[in-house]
């Protein structure tokens, strides 16, 4: 299984697609970060929450490592790579759970570089803007784990979702529709209901303060559910369908 997981992670540090995902990251969480920081007014930034809310712009990790966890199931389908993975190692279960296991990771990778780049371009602007800093070592800390757990728990829900769905394009409008669409009006109409949802769990695991959202420790759970559930569907589809 190690050795699976090895060849999962080479698979994805070797692919331009992970090299433009990592790229687009940095790119929006600084543009945010930037336009954020120098646009707010003094006084909507002294606050500990106001700067919880500008340094946790880094949760943008969590959409890219479900994007990461899409592609890293649904190419080998596209590609054809998926026959001699599966002929090397015909249990199928293996084969998921090893790119479970790469996105997860992934998605910690992406949310620590992120997380860093935005915690230091945050910090200069309070800095360079004469503003305290309110927020604590312990809050920065908790908000940095959180951001991590986050962004490995959506990896691994891209992979869940792309086993079931393995066509590359389907699986990304599915899954951008439900996160943007279907879970913002159901959250809207049913809220608690929607509060039970990836995405609003996502949320209250990031701290929004939306009076609706579960406690941080419950939206947390809810994610770590939403991954088994998923992976096991897709384990099951995978195990029951054919590979072209």
């Known amino acids: ?56 712009i880094g949760g943008f990790a969590s959409l890219f490592a479900l994007l990461a966890g899409l592609l890293v199931v649904t190419s080998e389908f ?4 998926i026959r001699p993975t599966l002929l090397f190692t015909p249990r199928r279960w293996c084969v998921i759970g090893a790119k479970l296991a790469a996105s997860m990771l992934t998605g910690v990778a992406l949310a620590a570089v992120t997380k860093a780049i935005v915690l230091a371009i945050g910090f200069a602007i309070l800095e360079a803007r004469g503003i305290p800093v309110a927020l604590g070592g312990g809050g920065t800390t908790g908000l940095a784990l959180r951001v991590l757990a986050d962004a490995a728990l959506w990896g691994g829900i891209g992979v ?42 996502s949320d209250s ?5 939306d009076d609706h959202l579960l406690p ?29």
């Open 205 to 209: 695991v990031n701290g929004s303060s």
């Open 78 to 81: 596209r590609f054809g790579t």
């Open 1 to 56: 299984m190690i050795d699976q997981i090895r060849a999962e992670l080479l698979k994805i540090r070797s692919t331009r697609t992970t090299l433009a995902l990592l790229v687009g990251l940095l790119v929006l969480a600084t543009a945010v970060t930037v336009l954020t920081g120098l646009l707010t007014k003094t006084g909507d930034l002294e606050a500990a929450s106001d700067q919880r809310d500008l340094l946790g």
């Open 216 to 244: 941080p420790v419950a939206g947390a759970a809810v994610l770590v559910g939403w991954v088994a559930v998923l992976v096991a569907a897709g384990v099951a589809v995978t195990a029951r369908r054919d590979v072209d």
């Open 160 to 201: 869940g979702a792309a086993a079931i769905i393995r066509n590359q394009v389907a699986s990304v409008i599915v899954v951008l529709a439900w996160l943007f669409v279907a879970e913002s009006v159901l959250f809207g109409l049913v809220p608690s209901v929607g509060r039970f949802t990836p995405g609003r769990a």
